[in-house]
T-cell receptor, first 116, second 111 residues
Framework: GAVVSQHPSRVICKSGTSVKIECRSL??????MFWYRQFPKQSLMLMAT?????????EQGVEKDKFLINHASLTLSTLTVTSAHPEDSSFYIC????????????FGPGTRLTVT | DAKTTQPTSMDCAEGRAANLPCNHS???????VYWYRQIHSQGPQYIIH???NNETNEMASLIITEDRKSSTLILPHATLRDTAVYYC????????????FGKGTTLSVSS
């Protein structure tokens, strides 16, 4: 089956620093990738839609200058949390969309970000 | 906003069938019903999806009512490893359409 990886799986950073999270589709090409975040005991919230070679589309309330998304190739999208603060601590999950059939989405294992 | 309604939680005995209901009364004609599950602290896992016919795969069966306003996910023989949050999502079949998650159903399987 389709595999999506994320790196790192866990990261702890100090307040004010930036953190980059990578999302890779390992055995298929993904024109579109999606970024979600999940706070404890809550559901996944869509942050942005990332299209290869173009600017990401952000959901209402998500700061595009704080959450920088780059989708430079058909297998890699990155999310950079800039000037991280404790309230950015969350579980960040990406998904990659297949290019055939019913455009199923496959999720990465998630990245646990803790900002101290 | 999510277009589905699911019970908050359900319990199931190990080895029995788990039947998880979902209401999606405002589903459009071109929207599919998708089911994903999320085990604690992991990314969601695809289970099954369908348009109007019932579907079955190695993980589960999906029963969609004739009017498509509701569906049921069936895990035929639940195991402890099936304990998870199950999400029912309706989504159009166009490229680039995100999955919008509701609150899901927390299924607890016990021995």
């Amino acid at each position: 089956g389709a595999v999506v990886s994320q790196h790192p799986s866990r990261v702890i950073c100090k307040s004010g620093t930036s953190v980059k999270i990578e999302c890779r589709s390992l055995d298929f090409q993904a024109t579109t990738m999606f970024w979600y975040r999940q706070f404890p005991k809550q559901s996944l919230m869509l942050m942005a839609t990332s299209n290869e070679g173009s600017k990401a589309t952000y959901e209402q309330g998500v700061e595009k200058d704080k959450f920088l998304i780059n989708h430079a190739s058909l297998t890699l999208s990155t999310l950079t949390v800039t000037s991280a603060h404790p309230e950015d601590s969350s579980f960040y999950i990406c998904s990659a969309e297949g290019t055939t059939g019913s455009y199923e989405q496959y999720f990465g294992p998630g990245t646990r970000l803790t900002v101290t | 906003d999510a277009k589905t309604t699911q019970p908050t939680s359900m319990d199931c005995a190990e080895g029995r069938a788990a039947n998880l209901p979902c209401n999606h009364s405002t589903i459009s004609g071109n929207e599919y019903v998708y089911w994903y599950r999320q085990i604690h602290s992991q990314g969601p896992q695809y289970i099954i999806h369908g348009l109007k016919n019932n579907e079955t795969n190695e993980m589960a069966s999906l029963i969609i009512t004739e009017d498509r306003k509701s569906s049921t996910l069936i895990l035929p023989h639940a195991t402890l490893r099936d304990t998870a949050v199950y999400y029912c999502i309706v989504r159009g079949n166009q490229a680039g359409t995100a999955l919008i998650f509701g609150k899901g159903t927390t299924l607890s399987v016990s021995s």
